[in-house]
Each structure stands twice: as structure tokens, then as C-alpha cells.
């Protein structure tokens, strides 16, 4: 089947609109912004901006079979994951 929107220019959705996309609240998508665990945005002044192509990247990251599939990918939940490195040297 034919992409409706093939041949238009790719759409951007704001922080809000992006999250109820991916139905998510705005702050769960800010702390994945933060932890760098989300999906690739835009900064377009200083505006944070998505497209819908790079919201389903990252959700298609999850996409599971059966709970037993270890599936390609994981998407992780908005937290820190490992130590952030300040300047190379470790943190007292």
C-alpha cells in the first residue's frame, strides 16, 4: 500500500503532541530527553521538536512477539541508567 504522505515534507510534533502520540505524559518524554534513553529530536530555535518517523524508530525498538521474545531491542524507561562522567574523572 502507497504511503499517503509520501513526497510531503516530514511533520513536526511538539514535545506535547509527540507524547500523546506514543501515549506518554509530556514529562515522561522530558526525562527521557534528559537520560537520553528517547527518541531523536529537533531543536529548532528553542523549540524541541520530533517527527513522526523518529517516534515510531524508537517505539518499534520495543516490538515483541510473545513475553518470551527477546525481540532487537528495548526501550528503555525514563531513568539514568549509568554514571554520567564529569570531565573524565569520577565523582566523590
Known sequence: MADPN?????R????????????????TLEKHRTYGTGPAYRK???RVVYTLDDLKVWADRGTKTSTSDPGGGT??????????????????
Open 6 to 10: 509520501a513526497g510531503l515534507p516530514p
Open 12 to 27: 513536526y510534533l511538539r514535545t506535547a503532541e509527540a507524547a500523546r502520540f506514543l501515549s506518554l505524559s509530556g514529562r
Open 44 to 46: 529548532i530555535g528553542g
Open 75 to 92: 526501550v528503555l524507561p525514563a531513568k539514568r541508567h549509568a554514571p554520567i562522567p564529569y570531565a573524565g574523572k569520577e565523582r566523590r
